[in-house]
Nanobody
Framework: QVQLVESGGGLVQAGGSLRLSCAAS????????MGWFRQALGKEREFVAT????????YYADSVKGRFTISRDAAKNTVYLQMSSLKPEDTAVYYC?????????????????WGQGTQVTVSS
């Protein structure tokens, strides 16, 4: 059983930065990839970024490309999302998730383990 715990959310002004963290625990934690997703009020959960656990590849939604950076520390079983140049439309609950799939790692359906989410609010 994998447990994922997000932290680092909060309130920030437009143009500001936040760093989210997601710590994973479990007897055998060895995902193929970990991702960040977000869900704004009244909207469906959407893909933000994902990283292969090997660190070999990262993928981003077009809406965050160039502003967000995903990284991981395998020794700490932790994945990060550095968010810069934040916009009000980035306001959402951010979730981290883990998958064992090798293919289609940007697809939300591929992720079976989820954290509880952390709120990010960007004021204008």
């Amino acid at each position: 059983q994998v447990q994922l715990v997000e932290s680092g959310g909060g309130l920030v002004q437009a143009g500001g930065s936040l760093r989210l963290s997601c710590a994973a625990s479990g007897r055998t934690f060895s995902p193929s990839a970990m991702g960040w997703f977000r869900q704004a009020l009244g909207k469906e959960r959407e893909f933000v970024a994902t990283i292969r656990w090997s660190g070999s590849s990262t993928y981003y939604a077009d809406s965050v490309k160039g502003r967000f950076t995903i990284s991981r520390d395998a020794a700490k079983n932790t994945v990060y999302l550095q968010m810069s140049s934040l916009k009000p439309e980035d306001t959402a609950v951010y979730y981290c998730a883990a998958t064992n799939t090798v293919f289609h790692v940007t697809d939300i359906e591929r992720y079976g383990s989820w954290g509880q989410g952390t709120q990010v609010t960007v004021s204008s």
